[in-house]
């Protein structure tokens, strides 16, 4: 091809396609090539076009970033498909090293990110609003930095009486870091802190619990968990009979 | 009216009708009243129905939700609708207070929140992929807390070397403490770390700007500024005579 390529980097969102923005579904629908991991692939919806689709595994992102780049530029338009936001913990960082690595030979490349609803927005809108004060975003994968890196960070956020957010919290060979961010929690905060577990969000067997933070089943989440913990503001609210969690927008000088 | 009624807290995203998601047109189009801030209300775009508007001012949060919840509690289909993510710094935490102050008078009613893209992830989507490792998100608002409460957990979100985006950083009447969290950023962190101001997100004059952090001008940000605080690892690439920045999805053991 000669035209002009593109890539853009586009997140789905959660997996339930009323949450794919209009600005995501035009691109798809324009697109002449998808790039993905082939399970966020799946999540695609039906399009107006036929783009050629290239499946990858997970963990070659930067390969797959790689593709995206040379198919654009050889004059494709590229969709490359991320579940959530291409932004947070997701593909955008990959291109952009690419990008910071190899400068010149992307320069002319127009390179887009179209962002997307994130778990973490799905998952406290399926229990109410536990992400209404201050929170802090934490990937608990130690595939990129290490489990002390990680400590340090649960910790300044369990300091600040940050909400938290955990991303990755497991994967199928990785369960401990979730186990010890759990605990470490109990360090700071109370027995009674509401805990969200939200599985599989958007797709089919989604299913979502509020739990105490001793309560919590470390062994029930799973990579397609997101986890998010309340701070010491967090409250419950029972309505028919259902668990709803919320953050209050007010904070006292004393933590309670 | 007799019906069975239902609020639903609607985020619109950053103002661009782009960035509405299928969930929330779909609500707003079968609603029979639309309650927000005037502002907001006129970013919802045309509708199939032609909703009852009530407009109010930006500062009466809990007076809105209870005119929301006693609409949709009297048989009608109420759309409660913000800018952004309901979730995040909104209304849904509003309405949650209310619903835990006064639990019998709302137990039977249905409440839903529908989710939004939030500002934060459209500033990162325009300039890069900043938000691409752990991250805070802190409101600089001191109508909630008092800037003691801000000041630490500034400080908590620093000494993790979290990217950090900042909410509300200023208002007509409140200027100061944007000043005083992109001072405190400057004892942490170099003074080159690329800071994002965008401005006006999705609306008409748009505009955004990278800066090094000790070339930021605090009196340029208002409250329809968001302000993201790259960590010690974001990097700023040039592409095609714009600043763009990234945060690399890799952190090393110490920080650089």
Same mark, same amino acid.
């Given at each position: 091809?000669?035209?002009?390529?593109?890539?853009?980097?586009?997140?789905?969102?959660?997996?339930?396609?009323?949450?794919?923005?209009?600005?995501?579904?035009?691109?798809?629908?324009?697109?002449?090539?998808?790039?993905?991991?082939?399970?966020?692939?799946?999540?695609?919806? &039906?399009?107006?076009?036929?783009?050629?689709?290239? $499946? @990858?595994?997970? +963990?070659? /992102?930067?390969?797959?970033?790689?593709? %995206? !780049?040379?198919?654009?530029?050889?004059?494709?338009?590229?969709?490359?498909?991320?579940?959530?936001?291409?932004?947070?913990?997701?593909?955008?960082?990959?291109?952009?090293?690419?990008?910071?690595?190899?400068?010149?030979?992307?320069?002319?490349?127009?390179?887009?990110?179209?962002?997307?609803?994130?778990?973490?927005?799905?998952?406290?809108?399926?229990?109410?609003?536990?992400?209404?004060?201050?929170?802090?975003?934490?990937?608990?994968?130690?595939?990129?930095?290490?489990?002390?890196?990680?400590?340090?960070?649960?910790?300044?956020?369990?300091?600040? &009486?940050?909400?938290?957010?955990?991303?990755?919290? $497991? @994967?199928?060979? +990785?369960? /401990?870091?979730?186990?010890?961010?759990? %605990? !470490?929690?109990?360090?700071?905060?109370?027995?009674?802190?509401?805990?969200?577990?939200?599985?599989?969000?958007?797709?089919?067997?989604?299913?979502?619990?509020?739990?105490?933070?001793?309560?919590?089943?470390?062994?029930?989440?799973?990579?397609?968990?997101?986890?998010?913990?309340?701070?010491?503001?967090?409250?419950?609210?029972?309505?028919?009979?259902?668990?709803?969690?919320?953050?209050?927008?007010?904070?006292?000088?004393?933590?309670?």
């Amino acid at each position: 091809m000669s035209g002009k390529g593109r890539l853009s980097i586009v997140g789905l969102g959660p997996g339930d396609v009323e949450w794919i923005t209009p600005q995501a579904m035009a691109v798809l629908n324009g697109a002449s090539d998808l790039v993905g991991y082939s399970t966020y692939l799946d999540l695609v919806p &039906d399009l107006t076009g036929s783009p050629v689709r290239h $499946a @990858s595994g997970n +963990r070659v /992102e930067i390969d797959r970033a790689k593709q %995206a !780049l040379a198919l654009a530029r050889s004059g494709r338009q590229v969709a490359l498909v991320t579940s959530g936001d291409p932004g947070i913990f997701a593909m955008a960082s990959a291109v952009w090293e690419v990008l910071d690595a190899e400068p010149e030979d992307w320069s002319e490349l127009e390179v887009e990110v179209v962002p997307g609803l994130s778990a973490m927005q799905a998952a406290a809108a399926r229990v109410g609003a536990p992400l209404g004060h201050d929170f802090c975003v934490i990937s608990l994968s130690d595939y990129h930095k290490s489990q002390a890196v990680i400590e340090k960070r649960l910790t300044h956020a369990l300091l600040g &009486d940050f909400v938290i957010a955990l991303y990755n919290p $497991a @994967s199928q060979t +990785r369960c /401990e870091m979730i186990s010890r961010a759990l %605990a !470490l929690a109990a360090q700071h905060r109370d027995a009674a802190t509401p805990v969200i577990l939200a599985h599989d969000l958007g797709r089919a067997g989604e299913r979502h619990e509020v739990s105490a933070l001793s309560d919590v089943a470390p062994e029930t989440i799973d990579m397609r968990t997101i986890v998010l913990i309340g701070s010491s503001r967090s409250r419950v609210v029972l309505r028919q009979g259902c668990k709803t969690v919320y953050t209050p927008r007010t904070y006292p000088d004393e933590p309670v």
